[in-house]
């Protein structure tokens, strides 16, 4: 659930004597010495349980489905990438590239509209319809007047580590708090460590929504990213994959720019929004010419989806300048 200096935090399926349902473990150093890293998200088995205490000892971690990194949560199953339809006002291009960002991701992506109390119900209904143009099934809450918030913690009750993604003044921590209000209480009891928490790129921590459904909410996800390379935009936009489903583009490596005989066209809402994206990737590679695998990392014969470079390295930007922070 959580890396503590030396320990992490570990939720059982079941609950043990006492009802414990949570041990603070360390990890045996034979993990260490395969060079095994345990990460927020990870199933593990645990040995030499001292149940009166809540203590024990991770024995192995189960092989990871993917990994997102900086900051790391393995298992991942969905990216929730959260906008606000105002204040500020929803911005196509941002959000464009935040979308951009958790498809990169390789897991499934899903988009949630906040503070939909602010528009009215046509309003409300444009970007439902425009966003559903874009290939996304928009859910729209607020976490002020309540609604939609039981679709979404459906949703989010399913099996998996669900990871919220969006620029800060969104209302994710609203949300988090209007989900799971239990949290609130357990945040507040501890001396606002949440608060704390959130102010560091490293810290992730996952809530429980449902048992085996957890969210985690992490700074790290706050900054759109990218993908190295122009060739790699396209499948990251629902349009032109279902485009080049039904047709494929007759021009070789076609950067789908809206010339005559390419398959995917211009006649849709966001072709003026690849375009800029994908200048902005061409920018990109001019500043820093070195080759690169693309965004998915091999390891152990199995693919593991990743968070970008550029995310990664202004990750480690911001974790200097809030490092004090982090100790105190
Ligand atoms: P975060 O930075 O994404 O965690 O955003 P916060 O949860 O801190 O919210 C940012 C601001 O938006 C705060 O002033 C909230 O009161 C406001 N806010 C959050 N959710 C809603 C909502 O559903 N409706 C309205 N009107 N305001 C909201
Ligand atoms: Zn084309």
Redesign the pocket.
Known sequence: MALEANFCRVQLDRPGPGGVDQLLCVRRTRLGKTGQQICVGDRVEVEGIDWPEARAAIAAVAPRSSLLERPAVANCSRVVV?AALA?PELDPLQLTRFLLTAERTGVAVELVL?????LSASEQEQWRERLTAWGYVPQL?????GLGLAALRARLAQPGVSVLC?P????????INALLPQLRLRVSAVSGRLQRGRHTTRHVELFPVEPGALLADSPGFNRPSLPAEPAELGSLFPEIRQRLESSACQFKNCLHQGDPGCAVGSDWDRHGLYLNCLESVQQQVARQPRPRSGGLKQRGGKQEPLLDQRLRQSSRRRLRQEEPDEEG
């Open positions: 959260v204040q906040t503070k939909a109390d602010l809450v607020s976490s002020q007047s969006g800060s003044g969104v209302g994710k921590s609203s949300l």
